[in-house]
């Protein structure tokens, strides 16, 4: 398996300072976001092919790849010109996202409120239907560059469900386009005790649309979930070893939201529950 994690789990400090930290963890892939890694803020016209070389030159050199490229803008904002700003942002790490050694560009569905907090208002059909238009948009930029769209569900956000995610890849049918998947993210106070259920269901109905695993862990305390370490919480990792990992050698698993002491017995954890990529590498050749 490749296992790894968000690098922005980690304190921000300098290159050589960050893939050092991250080679002493014993992974070997993360999720990298400019601007929450390093004391920068990526706009337009930032990023160069020369800049993305040096990273990805820096990351390979510890033995480290970079499977993710974040960046976790609002594609939905209310106000047009920073929705655009947002997009514009997004197609530039798409057109570097190879630079970089990566051929992916993440992203989460964004709010309807110009500040990030919840609101039902993402629940709509409006909300959906400007989520689509934005997705339509990065997918047909990144066709262009042959680099993937990875779209992040969350229960707070217009791609809060199966059923939406379902619409989403029926309305964007472009292999361009491919989901993030963090089964946590699709769980709730009030239907975590279905979570075989939707879980089964958002594997059946999309399974063959997921190129990366976010994997953490939660508890239930005051109605609310709250994370944990894994293998510490509830979600239900066997499932999703059997009914997707398993199916998905080599497939890339991000460690997210995880405390840097908890990196250790957390990828522990991972091992333990089985590593396909082995029996592949065993077969005759």
Request: proline share 4%; charged share 25%; hydrophobic share 40%.
């Given at each position: ?17 960050l893939?050092?930290?991250l ?25 160069t ?7 990805q030159?820096?990351f390979?050199?510890?033995g480290l ?6 960046c ?30 990566c ?42 560059f ?26 964007v ?25 939707i ?8 399974g ?11 508890v ?7 994370f ?25 698993i ?28 065993n077969?005759?050749?």
């Amino acid at each position: 398996m490749n296992i790894g994690i968000r690098a922005h789990d980690l304190p921000k400090q300098t290159l050589s300072d960050l893939v050092s930290d991250l080679s002493s963890r014993q992974i070997n892939t993360v999720q990298l976001a400019l601007g929450k890694s390093f004391d920068l803020t990526p706009e337009t016209g930032f990023i160069t092919p020369g800049l993305a070389n040096h990273i990805q030159t820096a990351f390979s050199k510890k033995g480290l790849r970079i499977s993710v490229l974040g960046c976790y803008v609002n594609i939905i904002h209310p106000d047009q010109q920073k929705r655009q700003r947002a997009l514009t942002l997004f197609k530039e790490h798409l057109k570097y996202a190879r630079d970089f050694g990566c051929s992916i560009v993440g992203t989460e569905t964004g709010n309807v409120n110009a500040e990030i907090v919840y609101t039902e208002e993402n629940f709509t059909e409006k909300a959906f239907a400007d989520m689509v238009e934005s997705v339509k948009e990065l997918v047909l930029e990144a066709e262009n560059f042959g680099v993937i769209v990875g779209i992040e569900p969350g229960v707070n956000h217009p791609l809060h469900s199966v059923d939406k995610v379902r619409r989403l890849v029926n309305a964007v049918p472009s292999n361009n386009l491919q989901i993030i998947f963090d089964p946590v993210n699709l769980l709730t106070s009030d239907n975590y005790h279905n979570q075989r259920e939707i879980l089964s269901s958002a594997i059946s109905e999309w399974g063959d649309k997921v190129a990366v695993i976010h994997a953490k862990d939660f508890v239930v305390e005051d109605d609310r979930l709250k994370f944990a370490p894994l293998g510490k919480g509830l979600l239900d990792y066997q499932l999703i070893f059997e009914q997707l990992i398993d199916k998905k050698p080599y497939i890339d698993i991000i460690m997210d939201e995880i405390h840097a002491k908890d990196i250790e017995a957390s990828l522990a954890f991972i091992e333990s529950l089985g590593n396909v990529g082995s029996t592949i590498s065993n077969q005759p050749r």
